[in-house]
């Protein structure tokens, strides 16, 4: 039955790329943008220096690019208007850019006659593509971001037909949220999404959020499930692969270690505000106290350790009885085989999102090099 499961899992991943293949897709890129309003922002290099702030227009009202038109509403926050980025005049390979910042809001609307079923956004500094909107056939499409979105180029499926499959293996564990701090095995989540942990073979990396609605309970997957634990010295955190997070005392990432006793391995643990804040029991090198919090990086929402102020804390939530990782057999065997997000078999992936199948379990992973 599991297997049977997973071939469908598989067979759904190579017929939403043939799907995807068989639509129309329009390729959209900001440089080519026209009528653009808004208030222009003279470019302004640092004194003594070419490099500065490049011309662009913030707040940044409308624009066209073809026959498609975009129009933009700031939200709350009036330092963070949406804005249109032109290079510096001493960077010749720079590259123009649409910015939307938290709670901004854009509509696309597609030329008189047609449809689309997905979008997908290239940032300017990154070439992870991040998929804004994937789902029935509309004319336009309102995105609100809820973090940081960079965009130089746009690609959108056009056509009537079904929406592209999401390849995105749905969560197997349950999940409750907790407003009291618990030992045991539990999973942290954003209003973004729950995070997992990095890549079994890395000794280093980011909790990268998987998107998802929040809710009092919640699926995850298995290497969404960390383990607390209380010592003497301070809590440990343990991953999904028994590997003892820490913090190295200088990079803004984890490290991966065997034993409590390597690295900055223990922390301290309370609640606030129906939160969890999770401080490490050393400092930053300014005397500053370091604790684990959620930030928008290339488009990519992630949990890591930071020394600044009032960044967001996630909300904790304590795995099910019975749905635990304990109680999940292993089932992921062999080597593992890479698709691209539109069923393509990949040898070497580069930076970006895959589908990872690994014996009978397939799920995406973030790839960087």
């Given at each position: 039955?599991?297997?049977k499961?997973?071939?469908?899992?598989?067979?759904?991943?190579?017929?939403?790329?043939?799907?995807?293949?068989?639509?129309?897709?329009?390729?959209?890129?900001?440089?080519?943008?026209?009528?653009?309003?808004?208030t222009d922002?003279?470019?302004?290099?640092?004194?003594?220096?070419?490099?500065?702030?490049?011309?662009?227009?913030?707040?940044?009202?409308?624009?066209?690019?073809?026959?498609?038109?975009?129009?933009?509403?700031?939200?709350?926050?009036?330092t963070?208007?949406?804005?249109?980025?032109?290079?510096?005049?001493?960077?010749?390979?720079?590259?123009?850019?649409?910015r939307?910042?938290?709670?901004?809001?854009?509509?696309?609307?597609?030329?008189?006659?047609?449809?689309?079923?997905?979008?997908?956004?290239?940032?300017?500094?990154?070439?992870?593509a991040?998929t804004?909107?994937?789902?029935?056939?509309?004319?336009?499409?309102?995105?609100?971001?809820?973090?940081?979105?960079?965009i130089?180029?746009l690609?959108?499926?056009?056509?009537?037909?079904?929406?592209?499959?999401?390849?995105?293996?749905s969560?197997?564990?349950?999940?409750?949220?907790s407003?009291?701090?618990?030992?045991?095995?539990?999973?942290?989540?954003?209003?973004?999404?729950?995070?997992?942990?990095?890549?079994?073979?890395?000794?280093?990396?980011?909790?990268?959020?998987?998107?998802a609605?929040?809710?009092?309970?919640?699926?995850?997957?298995?290497?969404?499930?960390?383990?607390?634990?209380?010592?003497?010295?301070?809590?440990?955190?343990?991953?999904?692969?028994?590997?003892?997070?820490g913090?190295?005392?200088?990079?803004?990432?984890?490290?991966?270690?065997?034993?409590?006793?390597?690295?900055n391995?223990?922390?301290?643990?309370?609640?606030?505000?129906?939160?969890?804040?999770?401080?490490?029991t050393?400092?930053?090198?300014?005397?500053?106290?370091?604790?684990?919090?959620?930030?928008?990086?290339?488009?990519?929402?992630e949990?890591?350790?930071?020394?600044?102020?009032?960044?967001?804390?996630?909300?904790?939530?304590?795995?099910?009885?019975?749905?635990?990782?304990?109680?999940?057999?292993?089932?992921?065997?062999?080597?593992a085989v890479y698709?691209?997000?539109?069923?393509?078999?990949?040898?070497?992936?580069e930076?970006?999102?895959?589908?990872?199948?690994?014996?009978?379990?397939a799920?995406?992973?973030?790839?960087?090099?």
């Amino acid at each position: 039955m599991l297997m049977k499961k997973f071939l469908l899992s598989l067979a759904t991943i190579i017929l939403g790329g043939s799907m995807i293949a068989s639509a129309e897709e329009v390729v959209l890129n900001v440089k080519d943008a026209v009528n653009i309003k808004g208030t222009d922002v003279p470019e302004k290099p640092a004194e003594g220096s070419n490099n500065g702030q490049a011309r662009h227009i913030q707040p940044l009202e409308s624009l066209e690019i073809g026959e498609w038109s975009f129009t933009f509403v700031q939200g709350a926050n009036k330092t963070t208007a949406p804005a249109y980025y032109y290079p510096m005049s001493t960077n010749e390979k720079g590259k123009n850019s649409v910015r939307i910042y938290k709670d901004n809001k854009v509509t696309i609307t597609a030329p008189n006659g047609v449809k689309f079923n997905k979008i997908v956004a290239l940032p300017d500094n990154s070439t992870t593509a991040v998929t804004i909107y994937s789902g029935e056939a509309v004319p336009s499409y309102e995105l609100t971001a809820t973090g940081t979105v960079r965009i130089n180029e746009l690609k959108i499926t056009t056509g009537e037909g079904a929406a592209p499959v999401d390849p995105t293996p749905s969560g197997d564990i349950s999940v409750v949220k907790s407003t009291e701090l618990v030992e045991g095995e539990v999973a942290f989540v954003f209003e973004q999404g729950y995070v997992s942990t990095f890549a079994e073979d890395k000794t280093y990396g980011y909790w990268m959020a998987t998107a998802a609605t929040l809710a009092d309970e919640m699926k995850v997957t298995k290497d969404a499930v960390f383990k607390i634990a209380k010592t003497d010295a301070g809590y440990t955190i343990t991953d999904a692969y028994g590997r003892i997070m820490g913090w190295d005392g200088s990079h803004w990432s984890f490290n991966a270690y065997t034993a409590a006793t390597e690295g900055n391995s223990l922390w301290n643990i309370a609640m606030v505000d129906g939160k969890v804040k999770i401080v490490n029991t050393a400092k930053s090198s300014a005397g500053n106290e370091v604790y684990l919090c959620g930030k928008v990086y290339n488009s990519d929402y992630e949990m890591c350790p930071t020394d600044r102020a009032d960044q967001t804390l996630p909300y904790l939530y304590v795995v099910k009885a019975g749905s635990g990782v304990s109680e999940i057999e292993s089932v992921v065997e062999g080597e593992a085989v890479y698709y691209n997000l539109q069923g393509v078999k990949v040898a070497e992936p580069e930076n970006g999102l895959y589908i990872r199948v690994q014996g009978n379990k397939a799920i995406k992973v973030l790839v960087r090099k």
